[in-house]
T-cell receptor, first 116, second 114 residues
Framework: DTGVSQDPRHKITKRGQNVTFRCDPI?????LYWYRQTLGQGPEFLTYFQNEAQLEKSRLLSDRFSAERPKGSFSTLEIQRTEQGDSAMYLCASSWTSGRVRDTQYFGPGTRLTVL | DAKTTQPTSMDCAEGRAANLPCNHS???????VYWYRQIHSQGPQYIIH???NNETNEMASLIITEDRKSSTLILPHATLRDTAVYYCIVRVYGPGGGADGLTFGKGTHLIIQP
C-alpha cells in the first residue's frame, strides 16, 4: 500500500453516461498525476496538478475528460458521454517536488472502467 | 525523455537472481533511469532509480553501464511474488526540460518459475 487511494476500484457504466473517479494522494504530496492504461499497454500520462493548478494536459485528454483538484488535496477525473474506447484502468500517482527536482511518483491501485 | 528498449518477456527460476536488461542508448546527461513494476491488476510500484552510480535498496539493485546507454535491474533472490511487468523509464530529474508525466513502454513480463 503506497498511501495513494482511489475510489471506486471498479466501475461499469453504459455508453453515454458520465462517470467520476476520485484520487486521494499521499497527504504531504503536492503533485498529483492521472494516467490511463489499456489492456496490454503501459500506462499513458493524461494530466497533472501541482497543488490546485493543472499544469499539463496530454493530447489524449479529450474534451470529454475533465480533472480537478480544488483544494490541492484530493482530485477527481470526470468522463462525460462515455464511449466504449474509454474502457481502461485509470491510475493516479502522487509525488512531492520542491520545484528544483522532480520526485518519485507513487501510484494508487487504479479504477477499472468498463463501458458497455 | 529518451526511449527505452526491453525484452518482451523473461523467465527465471524461483530463488535465483533475475537480471532484467534495458537499453537507453539516447539517454541525456540529466536523465535518470527509473524502474517500476506492475503486478497483475495493480498500480505500478516504484522499485529504484539512479543516474550513473550503481544503486541498491531493499528490493533490488540497479547497475548502469559506464556510458549510461544500458542498465540492468537485479532481483537477487526472485520469488513467485516477483512475477510482474517491469518497466524501465528514463526521465529528466531536474528543473526544465522533459515532461513531468512518466513515459512507459510495454515493459518486460518477468515470470518466476517454481
Amino acid at each position: 500500500d503506497t498511501g495513494v487511494s482511489q475510489d471506486p476500484r471498479h466501475k461499469i457504466t453504459k455508453r453515454g453516461q458520465n462517470v467520476t473517479f476520485r484520487c486521494d494522494p499521499i497527504s504531504e504530496h503536492n503533485r498529483l498525476y492521472w494516467y490511463r492504461q489499456t489492456l496490454g499497454q503501459g500506462p499513458e500520462f493524461l494530466t497533472y496538478f501541482q497543488n490546485e493548478a493543472q499544469l499539463e494536459k496530454s493530447r489524449l485528454l479529450s474534451d470529454r475528460f475533465s480533472a480537478e483538484r480544488p483544494k490541492g488535496s484530493f482530485s477527481t477525473l470526470e468522463i462525460q458521454r462515455t464511449e466504449q474506447g474509454d474502457s481502461a484502468m485509470y491510475l493516479c500517482a502522487s509525488s512531492w517536488t520542491s520545484g528544483r527536482v522532480r520526485d518519485t511518483q507513487y501510484f494508487g491501485p487504479g479504477t477499472r472502467l468498463t463501458v458497455l | 525523455d529518451a526511449k527505452t528498449t526491453q525484452p518482451t518477456s523473461m523467465d527465471c527460476a524461483e530463488g535465483r537472481a533475475a537480471n532484467l536488461p534495458c537499453n537507453h542508448s539516447t539517454i541525456s546527461g540529466n536523465e535518470y533511469v527509473y524502474w517500476y513494476r506492475q503486478i497483475h491488476s495493480q498500480g505500478p510500484q516504484y522499485i529504484i532509480h539512479g543516474l550513473k552510480n550503481n544503486e541498491t535498496n531493499e528490493m533490488a539493485s540497479l547497475i548502469i553501464t559506464e556510458d549510461r546507454k544500458s542498465s540492468t535491474l537485479i532481483l537477487p533472490h526472485a520469488t513467485l511474488r516477483d512475477t510482474a511487468v517491469y518497466y524501465c523509464i528514463v526521465r529528466v530529474y531536474g528543473p526544465g526540460g522533459g515532461a513531468d508525466g512518466l513515459t512507459f513502454g510495454k515493459g518486460t513480463h518477468l515470470i518466476i518459475q517454481p
